[in-house]
């Protein structure tokens, strides 16, 4: 039996439909067929190759749900349900060893150098060889950490918790707002929503959201964001004049840089209060960098500056119980649906920001 995958071979070309042949399962291996398929940031770097960790040729795609096809031996959720066949499921993207410095010792499985990510950094030459979520199936890692899905959950209102909502978890775990602070967040696309939503669950009286697509932005309002700044229409300086107002003249209490641009860490460092926090989520790739100066911009502010690397299986969870208590909202967010065949498509509006988040449906 063979499944049908699109394979990135050279960076900026078309993806190839290419059937891959689905192996025999290794021991905890699950075959999932997929349902929904999300479109994230990342791909796009990967497929313009600008991300370090993509190896040639592989299947993209991490962000995925979809029914259980087959599985190997008995298989436990994280919350202990044994899997069967025919389960809709759910699972973090990455699978980290357990067993090196930064897993066994600091507890930190997000800095795992053997942490592997399908539809990231292995290729589709490498067993299991269904590798990606851009696919009629997927083989999960057998360590891979699973979720059931809820029964009346749209699958495609679920896939962005596995990237972009578990790494804004995973910033609001590290550096969580008091109730009653203002929190700005630069980037309106699928992080900087979740994390307009994770600072209004943390009490947040004010959210500042800053970005330049109108689209992105009323997204924004939609989910808690008051005060919206669209940065091609308000200027830095003029950006800066409204948010002294707000603020007593002292400046934003935490700011989530979620662009991943090195103008929007700069603004992130400007207009964060003395004293306040700034959290850097939205570089998943190299991004620029500008001139910084240490005494100015942190120390003499006395401020923290947390940089995010990606996530694990509690950042997923957090995410993923985001969006199951409210799934009407997360559904907006979904703004546009292809074909598997029309990935290129889906890419595209990616690109040009024109989606908020597009997810393909196999
Ligand atoms: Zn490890
Ligand atoms: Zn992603």
């Not at 299947?59 to 995925?64: A, K, T």
């Not at 031996?73 to 066949?85: A, D, F, I, R, S």
């Not at 909502?165 to 109730?179: K, Q, S, V, Y």
Request: proline letters at 6%; hydrophobic letters at 45%; aromatic letters at 6%.
């Amino acid at each position: 039996m063979k499944a049908l995958a699109y394979i990135l071979e050279a960076f900026k070309e078309p993806l190839a439909a290419r059937e891959i042949v689905i192996p025999d399962l290794e021991p905890g291996q699950v075959l999932v067929k997929i349902s929904a398929a999300g479109v994230c940031g990342s791909d796009l770097h990967i497929w313009k190759g600008e991300d370090p960790r993509s190896r040639l040729p592989m299947i993209l795609g991490h962000e995925g749900v979809g029914k259980i096809a087959a599985l190997k031996g008995k298989k436990l959720t994280v919350e202990g349900e044994e899997l069967k066949e025919g389960d809709l499921i759910f699972w973090n993207r990455g699978v980290s060893c357990g067993h090196c410095y930064y897993c066994a010792v600091l507890k930190e499985p997000s800095l795992c150098h053997n942490r592997i990510v399908q539809g990231i950094n292995i290729p589709c030459t490498h067993a299991p060889y269904l590798n990606g979520c851009y696919a009629e199936y997927i083989v999960l890692q057998a360590n891979t950490d699973i979720f059931l899905v809820p029964a009346g959950i749209d699958p495609a209102v679920l896939v962005a918790a596995s990237c972009s909502g578990a790494t804004a978890a995973h910033g609001f775990d590290m550096i969580r707002p008091e109730p009653g602070e203002v929190v700005a967040i630069i980037g309106p696309g699928p992080l900087g929503l979740f994390a307009v939503a994770f600072a209004r669950a943390y009490g947040a009286s004010t959210v500042i959201l800053i970005g330049g697509s109108p689209a992105r932005l009323e997204m924004g309002r939609q989910f808690g964001g008051t005060v919206i700044l669209n940065r091609h229409e308000i200027s830095k300086e003029k950006r800066w004049q409204i948010i002294r107002d707000l603020t007593h003249g002292r400046g934003v209490d935490l700011v989530v840089e979620a662009a991943g641009s090195a103008p929007a860490l700069q603004e992130a460092l400007e207009i964060v209060r003395p004293g306040g926090n700034v959290l850097s989520i939205g570089f998943s790739q190299p991004g620029g960098t500008f001139a910084f100066d240490g005494f100015q911009h942190l120390v003499q502010k006395n401020i923290r500056l947390q940089g995010v690397w990606v996530s694990d299986t509690r950042h997923v969870y957090r995410a993923m119980a985001m969006i199951l208590a409210q799934p009407e909202l997360f559904a907006r967010m979904i703004t546009h649906r292809f074909p598997l065949a029309r990935v290129d498509e889906a890419l595209e509006v990616m690109d040009r920001k024109e989606a908020v988040k597009a997810v393909l449906i196999p």
